[in-house]
């Protein structure tokens, strides 16, 4: 029976077994009279073959000496004893001295002490011989009657696992009697045990026992109802015919005082109805844990299970928003981060906006309170906040006016992040809403001066430069930036003179020029600038110094964007003062100078070369003479900046943020499910093998799910035909044909272990005995099973097995030799075996991160490994592709939509299909991949074991035709970095290989 | 809700591990394995899923313990188990829980978890029951246990009968019945055939019964026997009584270590004259009694004052008096008295005191008590003194005034000593005693010691004063000794031998004890 060859393990303790003593000094002590003598022998004894000793002597010493000590200790140990000893021999037979043992098992189901009785029962539970059981049953079915609970509820666990294990005809009269028991018994757990039964083996009188019920189920006990549940799901998966009555069992137990069968309800009614009844019924019963349970592991799952329920029936849950949002109390970040998941993913309708946005609101402003401010995580949770109401608010511009002034205090902001955030979310409202422009800018405006982050500030003078452009909102608006610009400037200036010794002219003018024109316009503004100056030349570095001191400090990027959005401000406003446009100018030129005078920076440096350009155009605005190629450049850029050409980018990068959002707002992706191919096989349930495909929506199997989490068993496995194809291709050749022993080995990788199929084939015309395949292994592989040694006649050929256990990713190396002796011989021989390679590629799944978090990491991590790009591959893409392909890597930035909804093929492989559809994709890459000679790109990755891969690829494709470059990796562990390279070197060597 | 393994892991290695499922060694080493990778400890929820299980778990100091189930597993009930198993850990572990003391109780551990968890699904227990559970202390065993041992005590006991009665009716029978030697080695032989006594033959099931119980468990049996030790001199009845048939129960109590008894002259005949030899008295007889009694400090019996005596014989001579008889002067009929086993019940009811057969002569130099008698009586004349006891509280602790009297004045008391417990602080001042003596011996108790009380002097009293509340004082003893005469009339009129109905020479010693305590 194939119940009785695959062996389990029932338990592990560690154990320094140091030198094992021999089975005679085990022995000697187990026979000894004292009892603590003999329990100590059994527990060493034990704790040696739960760590891979055998002592087969040792079994008739245990049956003549220990089996009949009265002691509990001994006996207790004995049936730990008795569970992992070897019960065989080699033939699978079972041994005879197993007779024996019966004998003193028979005479512990009688024992008076009820604890023993008990025990004895839990151990027959594990027990899978007939042979053993066979005679004990009797006594086992008379215990189901014993005096005390404790052994009943064992016993009927016993009987259930003889019946589960051999079927109900080894012991026919047992459903009857468990059901008899069921009746009158009063204890909880046994009662609980015998409905299991029931349910298990015959489903009829569990059906009829909970229907005549009715009512009383909810006043059981909780784990009791637990079962009613489960037999209530597996029943009606099956047929329908009960299911009204079973479902009012369910509604009926949703209202149960135990938080544990409120939860069981609530899913067993996902699964079992899709009446919205049933539905609102179950998701209330979700949102009440969630506020109720304050363990914080409770909230997570709830929150997927709701997520799950939200998928599917979204009208129901839209009424909910609000208590689900009641969970954002709780301080873990995860918790939140789900909610605002589950909540913005489709939920949030016109409905419910308008509170919605007022709740966000208010959790934004609890965060600046004190006590808030003071919590860990709060930051992360205002961005969290933020980036919420941009999500709402992206969809219901009406509601946008009300968080927007509210969010424009955070851009001065320390925590760049946050910053950020509301730097992207004012663009997309001033990009998408025009009528929005102006307060946005006007307020944008006042407070630009106490922005102190780069990023932010480029932000905001990019949003100046390409949307100040009304006339109305200049008048109010133009003056502002410029002001800005221009105190900052002084100052600069001022502090360069300082520094330089240099132009005190144009630092005075500067200051002249600003003030005039400033006083005309606006004399508040003015004001400020004379502030300015007077603190500037008191040299004390005040509110505005952020800004210059950014200037000065050499942030070129920004004052590159100073120059162009000053620039583009003018080439726009046609009409302005001759006098500003050349103040500006003049702004721009001093920036230019300091730019070329930073010790980084240089005439040769990215933000110079703008500057220059700029004020190129501005040359071409005031008919300046240039020569002819630089007055086209000019000219084009004065077009290009002038028509407005980055609105045209911006929708572009605006939709593709939409794309990657993680709160598609109001996007129905259940659309997209609900279509089934014409062409796609139909799916019985009843019909299904294990492997069948997408089950239907939100039905998990309770047993395929147990199944899975035991280990899926390895004939079945086997059986497949992916499997078949896999071992033809994969199949090594560890020995030579001529040798006497051929060995040949194919590698299966399970999610943790690998086994090791190795076929061994005698090629001698004698018979070879003790063939030994001794493995040895190198990286983090640990050898779990050896294989045995075997006795091969002449061609005789045979299959042996070894378990490998793999601790992280890492290339790991299997290697050996083959052992044997020829009867003519008197010396063992022995070949050595090739090395077998792990392929890492086995253990690193396709996973998408966002680009924030990729650079947090790429920081963070401290193990690099940097390979130089060596390849014949003459076509950037064609090397991409090639290098994602054969890494599992992908693009960071963008997740792989595509690929979620093709099932059938194996999870976190890349196919090449995938590759190129990614690398379609990305727009961005795409293109510099067609345009440009460098390309760089940012690829991840994630383990089984959860370990990040990160990788940045940097190409040039000479003017030759090669490519250089490098390609640099970077993980937390070392392991992972250095497999990863030596892949990575072999892949691109292996390139030529394949194609030439 | 299946719960596929419950393990207690360290960093890097599995420290105990218990799996509810079937699972294979690699599959489940492989999860173990995958946790300490998949956890961290940053977060603020306890639970790991991956893509076939979920890890819920539970730091415990350095250590973590976790409970692995499939996906779909109710977190509830999982949550409710694992706080369960982790007070079962804290219990187990006692002190710590860390690595060391996890291994060390790692089969605790593992039991318990098995009371837990069931098949995956959680029992129902509290922590309270799954100690009952692994303690395996069960009543039903006890009981059982006691149900068994009266069984063997019966069976013995009942021997013991059927070997009396056989003895009697043997003694009945005509002498020529019972040679010398006659059942000394043949017991065997003696099968209920050759006794044509059937109610013997009734016995058989039961002692087979008994037979058959200790020839299974046997190393209990042994350690039952060395409970039933203090009956010096058991007969070899049980012997008698198993041996029918069975050899294993007599090799039993043959381990069992009692003295064969002394095989004893055997039919009562006349005596003839008895001959003195003052010179070397073959026989030695002591007759001792003892009373003692609780009395009030007022005086006045405290229940009842009790009398028990023995009658004991030793034979220095065996030559001349192994088969030994007394003729006893008529005996009070107001004494209860017992007989040794091994005498001739019929005989002693014409005060004759001589063995059942010739094979159970008296050893030489071993005591052998042949009678026993008790006597209770709540009547104060039973006792030969009286004394009232006068405690009263002064400045600075108790005073003591007792008084003593002797009632019966035809005895004469010896080495009367009264002792009252007194501790070192309270430093007692005895300030009279007469006659006699009294002194403080320094640590635990004030003595008063008196050679003779005798009706020359019949009175006395003591006065002591201690620093200390007259209950610590209490309660005080009386113990004396009265030579040469018992309350129990036991005279021996002459000692003969059996057979050869020469008259020994005996000496006789009687002493009787009295040792009452009062106040108690």
């Known amino acids: 029976m194939s119940v009785e060859t695959e062996k389990y393990c029932t338990v592990l303790i560690h154990y320094e077994k140091g030198v094992p003593p021999t089975s005679e000094e085990l022995a000697k002590k187990l026979e000894s009279k004292k009892e603590t003598v003999q329990a100590e022998a059994l527990e060493e004894l034990v704790l040696l073959m739960i760590n891979g000793e055998s002592y087969p002597k040792l079994l008739m010493t245990i049956i003549r000496f220990v089996v009949t000590s009265r002691d509990h200790r001994v006996k207790k140990l004995l049936t730990i004893y008795w569970e992992i000893v070897e019960k065989t021999k080699d033939n699978g037979d079972l041994k005879e001295e197993m007779i024996l043992v019966c004998n003193a098992l028979r005479n512990d189901l009688m024992h008076a002490n009820e604890y023993v009785c008990g025990s004895t029962l839990r151990l027959l539970c594990k027990m899978k011989y007939y042979r053993i059981l066979e005679p004990l049953k009797e006594a086992v079915l008379r215990n189901l009657g014993h005096r005390h609970s404790y052994v009943r509820r064992n016993a009927v666990m016993c009987v259930f696992s003889i019946v589960k294990s051999f079927g109900v005809e080894v012991l026919p009269e047992a459903p009857e009697d468990i059901e008899q028991l069921l009746l009158v018994e009063g204890d909880l757990s046994t009662k609980r045990n015998a409905f299991l039964m029931l349910v298990n083996c015959d489903q009829e009188r569990a059906i009829k026992y909970v229907l005549s019920l009715q009512d009383q189920v909810s006043s059981m006990g909780d784990i009791f109802q637990l079962a009613v549940l489960e037999l209530v799901r597996k029943v009606c998966r099956s047929t329908s015919v009960n299911k009204g009555r079973f479902l009012r069992i369910v509604f009926d137990l949703a209202a149960s005082s135990s938080t544990a069968v409120s939860y069981e309800c609530a899913s067993s009614l996902v699964t079992l109805s899709s009446s919205p009844v049933a539905i609102h019924q179950a998701a209330q019963a979700y949102v009440q844990l969630l506020t109720e349970q304050s363990d914080n592991n409770v909230k997570l799952i709830v929150l997927d299970r709701l997520r799950d329920v939200q998928k599917h029936h979204k009208q129901v849950m839209e009424g909910m928003v609000m208590d689900i949002f009641r969970a954002l109390t709780c301080p873990s970040l995860d918790v939140r981060k789900k909610v605002m998941d589950i909540c913005l993913g489709s939920l949030v309708s016109p409905r419910n906006i308008k509170d919605v946005v007022a709740l966000l609101k208010k959790e934004v402003i609890k965060t600046l309170g004190y006590e808030a401010s003071n919590t860990e995580g709060n930051l992360e949770y205002r961005r969290l906040l933020i980036r919420a109401l941009h999500a709402c608010t992206g969809q219901y511009p009406d509601q946008a006016q009300s968080v927007m002034f509210l969010l424009m205090d955070f851009l001065t902001e320390s925590d760049q992040t946050t910053a950020t955030e509301v730097v992207m979310f004012l663009r997309e409202l001033i990009a998408n809403y025009s009528d929005m422009r102006m307060p946005i800018l006007q307020r944008l405006a006042e407070c630009v001066g106490d922005v102190s982050q780069s990023r932010v500030l480029r932000g905001c003078l990019w949003l100046f430069g390409e949307y100040c452009e009304d006339e109305a909102v200049l008048a109010a608006l133009r003056p502002l930036p410029l002001a800005v610009e221009d105190g900052a400037k002084d100052k600069k200036e001022a502090a360069g003179d300082k520094k330089e010794k240099k132009a005190p002219k144009i630092t005075t003018k500067t200051v002249v020029l600003a003030d005039g024109t400033y006083g005309t316009q606006n004399v508040y503004e003015g004001g400020e600038g004379e502030e300015e100056e007077v603190e500037d030349k008191g040299k004390t570095d005040t509110k505005k110094t952020a800004f210059r001191t950014l200037l000065l400090g050499g942030d070129f990027l920004l004052s590159a964007m100073v120059g162009v959005s000053l620039t583009k401000l003018c080439i726009k406003l046609k009409n302005l003062p001759v006098a500003l446009r050349n103040e500006v100018l003049l702004v721009i030129v001093n920036i230019f100078k300091l730019v070329k005078q930073h010790v980084c920076g240089g005439e040769k440096c990215d933000s110079a070369v703008r500057l220059s350009q700029c004020i190129r155009a501005f040359a071409v605005m005031g008919n300046s003479q240039l020569p002819p190629p630089q007055l086209a450049a000019a000219q084009l850029v004065q077009g290009d900046w002038g028509a407005a050409q980055g609105r045209g980018q911006l929708a572009k990068v605006l939709e593709l943020a939409a794309q990657n959002s993680e709160w598609a707002l109001g996007q129905e992706e259940e659309v997209q499910e609900k279509s089934v191919a014409p062409d796609e096989c139909i799916v019985f349930r009843q019909l299904r093998e294990r492997k069948g495909g997408a089950g239907p929506a939100g039905g998990m199997d309770d047993d395929e799910d147990f199944h899975a989490a035991r ?127 792990v392929d890492i590629l086995d253990y690193i799944e396709r996973s998408w991160i966002n680009e924030l978090a990729f650079r947090t990491m790429w920081s963070e991590f401290e193990w690099e490994n940097k390979v130089n790009i060596n390849t014949s591959i003459t076509e950037v893409g064609t090397f991409l592709e090639h290098i994602m392909r054969n890494t599992n890597m992908s693009i960071v930035g963008r997740s792989y939509k595509k690929t979620g909804d093709n099932k059938t093929q194996k999870k976190g492989k890349l196919t090449a299909e995938d590759v190129q559809d990614m690398l379609k994709d990305a727009v961005g890459i795409k293109k510099l991949i067609d345009t440009s000679s460098f390309v760089a790109v940012n690829l991840y990755a994630k383990s089984i074991f959860g370990e990040d891969a990160l990788a940045n690829i940097s190409i040039e494709k000479l003017p030759d035709g090669k490519l250089t470059g490098s390609c640099r990796i970077r993980s937390r562990t070392q392991g992972i970095a250095l497999s990863l390279g030596d892949r990575i070197t072999i892949v691109q060597r292996g390139v030529q290989a394949s194609r030439e | 809700m299946v719960v596929l393994s419950a393990a207690i892991i360290k960093k890097d290695k599995t420290l105990v591990a218990r799996q509810f499922v079937e699972m294979t060694r690699l599959r489940i080493e492989g999860l173990l394995g995958a946790f300490t990778k998949l956890v961290d400890s940053g977060k603020d929820h306890t639970f790991v899923e991956t893509e076939s299980v979920r890890y819920v778990y539970q730091p415990m100091e350095s250590l973590n313990l976790v409970v692995i189930t499939n996906k779909a597993s109710n977190i509830l009930e999982d949550l409710e188990t694992l706080r369960l198993l982790a007070k079962v850990v804290q219990d187990c572990c006692e002190i710590q829980v860390s690595e060391e003391n996890v291994l060390k109780h790692a089969f605790d551990i593992v039991f318990a978890f098995d009371e837990v968890i069931s098949f995956g699904y959680r029992e129902s227990v509290t922590l309270s029951q799954i100690k009952t559970y692994t303690e395996m202390d069960s009543h039903e065993e006890r009981l059982h246990m006691m149900v068994e041992q009266s069984k063997i005590n019966e069976a013995r006991e009942m021997a013991k009968k059927k070997q009396m009665e056989l003895a009697k009716q043997r003694a009945l029978q005509p002498k020529d019945a019972a040679g010398p030697g006659f059942g000394s080695d043949s017991l065997p032989g003696i099968g209920p055939s050759s006794m044509g006594n059937s109610s013997f033959q009734d016995t058989m099931p039961s002692s087979g019964g008994f037979g058959n119980d200790m020839g299974s468990s046997a190393p209990w049996s042994s350690s039952m026997a060395e409970d039933s030790g203090p009956a010096p001199l058991k007969p070899g009845a049980p012997k008698k009584g198993m041996a029918l048939g069975k050899k294993k129960p007599a090799d039993v109590l043959g381990s069992m270590g009692l003295p064969e008894p002394a095989p004893s002259p055997e039919v009562a005949e006349e005596p003839a004259a008895p001959a003195y030899n003052p010179l070397m008295d073959p026989v030695r007889v002591d007759i001792e009694e003892k009373i003692t009694a609780d009395l009030q400090v007022e005086g006045g019996l405290d229940g009842e004052a009790v009398c028990t005596g023995q009658f004991q014989v030793t034979v220095l001579d065996a030559s001349k008096a192994d088969l030994a008889a007394f003729r006893l002067a008529p005996q009070n009929q107001e004494f209860k008295y017992k007989i040794h086993p091994n005498l001739n019940k019929t005989s002693h009811a014409n005060n004759v005191l001589e063995v059942r057969e010739a094979s159970r002569a008296y050893r030489a130099n071993a005591p052998v008590p042949l009678v026993k008698w008790q006597f209770k009586s ?77 009706k020359s002097e019949a009175n006395g009293n003591l006065e002591f004063v201690a620093k200390t509340d007259s209950a610590s004082l209490m309660p005080f003893t009386f113990d004396a000794v009265r030579r040469g005469a018992t309350k129990c009339p036991m005279e021996i009129v002459e000692c003969y031998h059996m057979e050869k109905k020469e008259p020994i020479a005996f000496t006789c010693e009687k002493s009787c004890t009295y040792s009452f305590r009062i106040g108690a």
Request: hydrophobic letters at 40%; charged letters at 20%; proline letters at 4%.
């Open chain 2, 378 to 454: 709540s009547n104060e004349e039973f006792l030969p003194v009286q004394m009232s006891c006068w405690p009263s509280t002064t400045a600075d602790g108790t005073q003591i005034v007792l008084e003593l009297e002797l009632t019966d004045t035809s005895v004469t008391l010896e080495d009367v000593q009264i002792r009252f417990p007194a501790a070192a602080s309270s430093r007692p001042q005895i300030t009279s005693a007469e006659p006699g003596e009294a002194s403080y011996d320094g640590q635990t108790e004030v003595c008063w010691r008196i050679p003779v009380l005798d």
């Open chain 1, 711 to 837: 280990g899926a068993s390895m004939a079945q496995a086997a059986a497949d035909g992916a499997l078949f194809a896999e071992r033809l291709a994969k199949v090594q050749q560890m020995t030579g044909l001529a040798d006497p022993v051929y060995v040949e080995a194919f590698l299966q990788v399970h999610s943790f272990d690998l086994m090791l199929e190795l076929l061994v084939v005698n090629r001698t015309n004698e018979t070879l005995q003790n063939v030994l395949v001794e493995l040895s292994t190198q990286g983090d592989l640990k050898l779990v099973d050896r294989p045995s040694a075997v006795t091969l006649a002449a061609g005789q050929q045979m299959t042996l097995h070894a378990s490998i256990k793999v601790a992280s990713t890492e290339t790991g190396i299997i290697f050996g030799y083959v052992t044997f002796e020829k009867k003519s011989a008197a010396d063992k021989e022995c070949s050595v075996l090739n090395e077998l390679h």
